[in-house]
């Protein structure tokens, strides 16, 4: 006799947490994310459906595969993960389960979902992050961010925290600070701490501009310095 899983057919899509690396398509007009492990290489979007990472024509999740999207039911678990060093730059996503799913005890391995918020953590000088910068490695047509100060920015490629939000589009809401400490939020949907990363990287964009200037200003329009 063949087993048969019990089926769900929950009122709402499940919640589940889950880490992942944001990227940015290289010419700056696209964001999503790439997984930490299995089916790594494929970065998806903010709305996305899975596929067999093996190549495989099956539908994900198959029973017989580890394919299919991965999450974990609590957010303390997903947090947990954040504490190796090669998992130090990533985000914590908010996800809703989508389509068919396979619960497991800690977790679920399913068809399609929706990432909600993505939570950054401190840039690597411990202040709040103001931005999502070139963390110096990438996928083919991506590059991987990782949280940045406007400080610690300098020349780098990089997006703010909104603008990421919005190349990245269906309704995602990026969120700066700690992770695991929930940001008060706003009437117009931004949190205090995405306010005030948001003014400390405009404030260092035009420092950056005005030095500029002076510099330009100093040589003179010919190359020569004026005196």
Request: glycine share 12%; net charge positive; with cysteine.
């Amino acid at each position: 006799m063949r087993l048969r899983l019990p089926e769900e057919r929950p009122a709402e899509p499940p919640t589940g947490y889950k880490i992942a690396h944001p990227v940015l398509s290289h010419d700056g007009t696209r964001a999503g994310f790439t997984g930490v492990s299995l089916g790594a290489a494929l970065p998806y979007g903010v709305l996305a459906d899975a596929s067999c990472v093996y190549g495989l024509r099956h539908r994900a999740p198959h029973r017989r595969c580890d394919c299919g999207f991965h999450c974990v039911h609590e957010r303390a678990a997903a947090e947990a993960l954040l504490c190796t060093a090669e998992h130090r730059t990533a985000a914590l996503l908010e996800v809703s389960v989508l389509g068919a799913y396979i619960r497991f005890e800690q977790g679920f391995r399913y068809a399609r979902q929706r990432v909600r918020v993505a939570t950054v953590g401190p840039c690597a000088c411990g202040a709040v992050a103001a931005a999502l910068a070139d963390a110096g490695w990438g996928r083919p047509g991506r590059r991987a961010l990782a949280p940045s100060c406007a400080g610690c920015v300098h020349g780098r490629t990089s997006v703010s925290l909104a603008s990421f939000a919005r190349l990245a589009g269906d309704g995602l809401r990026v969120v700066a600070g700690s992770v695991g400490t929930p940001q008060p939020t706003g009437t117009d949907g931004l949190g205090v701490a995405e306010l005030a990363a948001e003014a400390a990287l405009l404030q260092a964009r035009l420092d950056w501009f005005q030095t500029q200037l002076a510099r330009f200003g100093e040589a003179g329009p010919d190359g020569g310095r004026q005196g």
